[in-house]
């Protein structure tokens, strides 16, 4: 982990002057991850950093006031990323990357992934491989631009978590970003169907505003 680390400072210290950088700040109704609320319905805070160069490598890091359910659950959330993407033509691209996700003061939480991504026209399908005994995950997406808007649709699945059954299962989204000037608005709808008791089904809107700076 601390090598990883090593490598996503090195990323943002010497390609930083050379790349595109963005930094994103967002407030949401609530928190949803693949499907399941983090926040057990109330609002966080979010930030992350991104930084990607013409030669295709990226990093980046996120940080957000999720989680915490209840008390033993931690109260932030601390990401980051590396990897490496290759465009083939304007809607052909496929990338690569480590997804490293913390929780400080839970560390039992933590997991690592690596995320195959392939795009294609307005289709995206993403793999990612759950390291040290996680789960692995995959989904489907389709995206639609028209006039300052984008359409979006989601599935995906994922299997159970140290066999805590409340995280196996499958959910589905769709959404509308809208942009308006420097700030994009957000509205989706979230359904989560559980493979195992049907009361662990869950669903509901979630809101954001986001506002991205580039430096």
């Given at each position: 982990m601390n090598n990883l680390y090593k490598v996503l400072i090195f990323l943002l210290i010497h390609f930083s002057a050379f790349s595109d950088n963005e930094i994103n700040l967002s407030l949401n109704s609530d928190s949803i991850w693949r499907g399941m609320t983090q926040n057990n319905g109330e609002p966080t805070i979010g930030a992350?950093?991104?930084?990607?160069?013409?030669?295709?490598?990226?990093?980046?890091?996120?940080?957000?006031?999720?989680?915490?359910?209840?008390?033993?659950?931690?109260?932030?959330?601390?990401?980051f990323y590396a990897g490496y993407e290759k465009s083939f033509s304007e809607d052909l691209a496929i990338s690569f990357n480590y997804v490293g996700t913390n929780y400080p003061n839970s560390k039992i939480d933590n997991y690592d992934e690596i995320?195959?991504?392939?795009?294609?026209?307005?289709?995206?399908?993403?793999?990612?491989?759950?390291?040290?005994?996680?789960?692995?995950y995959y989904e489907l997406s389709y995206n639609y631009d028209f006039l300052k808007n984008?359409?979006?649709?989601?599935?995906?699945?994922?299997?159970?978590?140290?066999?805590?059954?409340?995280?196996?299962?499958?959910?589905?989204?769709?959404?509308?970003?809208?942009?308006?000037?420097?700030?994009?608005?957000?509205?989706?709808?979230?359904y989560f169907n559980a493979n195992s008791l049907r009361n662990l089904d869950d669903d509901g809107v979630v809101f954001s505003i986001s506002k991205k700076t580039s430096f």
């Open positions: 992350d950093v991104n930084f990607s160069l013409d030669n295709g490598f990226f990093s980046g890091a996120w940080v957000e006031s999720c989680c915490s359910e209840t008390s033993s659950f931690p109260t932030r959330e601390i990401g995320e195959l991504n392939f795009s294609f026209y307005n289709f995206e399908i993403s793999y990612f491989r759950g390291l040290d005994d996680f789960p692995d984008s359409l979006y649709l989601t599935y995906g699945d994922f299997d159970s978590h140290k066999n805590d059954n409340t995280t196996n299962g499958s959910n589905y989204s769709f959404g509308i970003d809208t942009l308006m000037k420097d700030f994009t608005f957000s509205f989706f709808y979230y």
